[in-house]
């Protein structure tokens, strides 16, 4: 366990406001165990504050769909590694038992999300305590988002049944981000299909998701057959051609992680790219705006998930950078943006049951605007985490 009061990590005083905003975090993660039992909340808080998840289909209000849910107990592990409290692991635990019936009643696994879901949930649960009920779980997520590789275009399917022609062949930046699951996998099996689907998979975002002048599209498609790219597009974003910052930050975090898995210098390469873009279109404050074609003087709404995101994707890109300097940058900007999160977007008093405030969940779609959100947390709990103690063993 680490010591909140005895951690390694940066000198000065980001280190000291990261480990003060983590035990305000652990505090909140607390009443939320009190507050929602084995339930999960929604996606995004109303008002401030989240309501239980609504029912869906034949699962029950406060049950276990959508591609949130695993956030909840990647914050409970986090708090029992900070501070030895069994509340916390035994939280995380019963989620883990959910999530093992999820993945054995098929309830809602039609997408690429099965890696957010079960690196937080199942993953987390296997390196931490070595729960083989949770190591089969996450291996049987593995191979059900294997279902949606596509050949010959080598990539992973985004979302929906892959019979529906309107999601064939499209991928989403987001999914750099589940593809540690496969990782994982291949780790724990030495199966080559899983390390070969992540290296071509993120290959293919590389080229075609990341664009010429370093920002990224959200959503890209391929032709299912012939495996030919076909277009850019977006679902989030302010239009096609423009940066969904939560996309940009995305980028950032998940090609550095699939470098690490890979060694593909291609891949810290474009996490590097992804990184300058995102940060040169900051404004002062250094948190988002929720699509960068916007700037300082904007009523557009910030995005403080991607805010959080970005701090974590900054951490793992400064630890690849054989250049102190660059390290160094990468560095700094990460304790900016933390350091602004941390004055700027954490509620005051107790009317919020969030980490922080000022998210985007879909603008296009008003849902989910000026709101926490349950990944905003998380990210922003793992990014303060990380600035305590750097050693810290990421669950991705």
């Given at each position: 366990?680490?010591?909140?009061?005895?951690?390694?990590?940066?000198?000065?005083?980001?280190?000291?406001?990261?480990?003060?905003?983590?035990?305000?975090?652990?505090?909140?993660?607390?009443?939320?165990?009190?507050?929602?039992?084995?339930?999960?909340?929604?996606?995004?808080?109303?008002?401030?504050?989240?309501?239980?998840?609504?029912?869906?289909?034949?699962?029950?209000?406060?049950?276990?769909?959508?591609?949130?849910?695993?956030?909840?107990?990647?914050?409970?592990?986090?708090?029992?590694?900070?501070?030895?409290?069994?509340?916390?692991?035994?939280?995380?635990?019963?989620?883990?038992?959910?999530?093992?019936?999820?993945?054995?009643?098929?309830?809602?696994?039609?997408?690429?999300?099965?890696?957010?879901?079960?690196?937080?949930?199942?993953?987390a649960a296997w390196r931490?305590?070595?729960?083989?009920?949770?190591?089969?779980?996450?291996?049987?997520?593995?191979?059900?988002?294997?279902?949606?590789?596509?050949?010959?275009?080598?990539?992973?399917?985004?979302?929906?049944?892959?019979?529906?022609?309107?999601?064939?062949?499209?991928?989403?930046?987001?999914?750099?981000?589940?593809?540690?699951?496969?990782?994982?996998?291949?780790?724990?099996?030495?199966?080559?299909?899983?390390?070969?689907?992540?290296?071509?998979?993120?290959?293919?975002?590389?080229?075609?998701?990341?664009?010429?002048?370093?920002?990224?599209?959200?959503?890209?498609?391929?032709?299912?057959?012939?495996?030919?790219?076909?277009?850019?597009?977006?679902?989030?974003?302010?239009?096609?051609?423009?940066?969904?910052?939560?996309?940009?930050?995305?980028?950032?975090?998940?090609?550095?992680?699939?470098?690490?898995?890979?060694?593909?210098?291609?891949?810290?390469?474009?996490?590097?790219?992804?990184?300058?873009?995102?940060?040169?279109?900051?404004?002062?404050?250094?948190?988002?705006y929720w699509d960068l074609?916007?700037?300082?003087?904007?009523?557009?709404?910030?995005?403080?998930?991607?805010?959080?995101?970005?701090?974590?994707?900054?951490?793992?890109?400064?630890?690849?950078?054989?250049?102190?300097?660059?390290?160094?940058?990468?560095?700094?900007?990460?304790?900016?943006?933390?350091?602004?999160?941390?004055?700027?977007?954490?509620?005051?008093?107790?009317?919020?049951?969030?980490?922080?405030?000022?998210?985007?969940?879909?603008?296009?779609?008003?849902?989910?605007?000026?709101?926490?959100?349950?990944?905003?947390?998380?990210?922003?709990?793992?990014?303060?985490?990380?600035?305590?103690?750097?050693?810290?063993?990421?669950?991705?």
């Amino acid at each position: 366990m680490t010591s909140l009061s005895s951690a390694p990590g940066h000198t000065g005083a980001i280190q000291t406001e990261a480990r003060t905003a983590l035990e305000a975090a652990i505090a909140t993660t607390r009443a939320n165990i009190q507050k929602f039992g084995e339930r999960y909340p929604d996606d995004t808080t109303v008002d401030g504050v989240y309501p239980p998840r609504a029912a869906w289909r034949d699962i029950p209000e406060g049950g276990n769909h959508g591609w949130t849910t695993s956030f909840v107990p990647g914050m409970q592990w986090i708090a029992w590694e900070a501070t030895g409290d069994d509340v916390f692991k035994e939280a995380a635990l019963r989620h883990a038992r959910d999530f093992e019936r999820r993945m054995q009643e098929g309830d809602d696994l039609d997408t690429h999300d099965l890696g957010f879901l079960y690196s937080l949930a199942c993953v987390a649960a296997w390196r931490l305590m070595g729960d083989e009920d949770a190591r089969q779980a996450a291996l049987a997520a593995a191979d059900h988002l294997m279902t949606r590789f596509l050949e010959p275009a080598g990539i992973v399917q985004a979302w929906g049944d892959l019979a529906d022609p309107r999601q064939a062949g499209r991928t989403i930046i987001d999914s750099l981000m589940n593809m540690p699951l496969l990782t994982w996998a291949y780790e724990q099996t030495g199966d080559e299909r899983y390390a070969d689907a992540v290296q071509r998979h993120t290959l293919q975002l590389r080229d075609h998701i990341l664009r010429p002048d370093d920002s990224t599209f959200h959503t890209f498609y391929w032709d299912v057959e012939t495996g030919e790219p076909l277009r850019g597009a977006t679902e989030q974003g302010a239009h096609d051609d423009s940066c969904w910052a939560r996309g940009q930050a995305w980028g950032i975090y998940g090609f550095a992680l699939n470098y690490r898995a890979t060694g593909d210098e291609r891949f810290l390469d474009a996490s590097r790219r992804c990184a300058a873009y995102f940060l040169t279109h900051l404004p002062a404050d250094a948190v988002a705006y929720w699509d960068l074609v916007y700037t300082d003087g904007s009523d557009a709404p910030r995005d403080s998930s991607a805010a959080a995101i970005a701090v974590s994707g900054l951490r793992e890109l400064a630890i690849a950078e054989d250049d102190a300097e660059s390290a160094a940058r990468a560095t700094e900007a990460a304790d900016r943006i933390l350091g602004s999160l941390i004055a700027n977007y954490t509620p005051t008093g107790d009317h919020s049951d969030a980490l922080i405030l000022h998210g985007v969940y879909n603008l296009p779609g008003d849902h989910g605007v000026d709101e926490g959100n349950l990944w905003g947390d998380y990210f922003y709990m793992e990014a303060l985490q990380r600035t305590v103690d750097p050693d810290w063993r990421l669950y991705w």
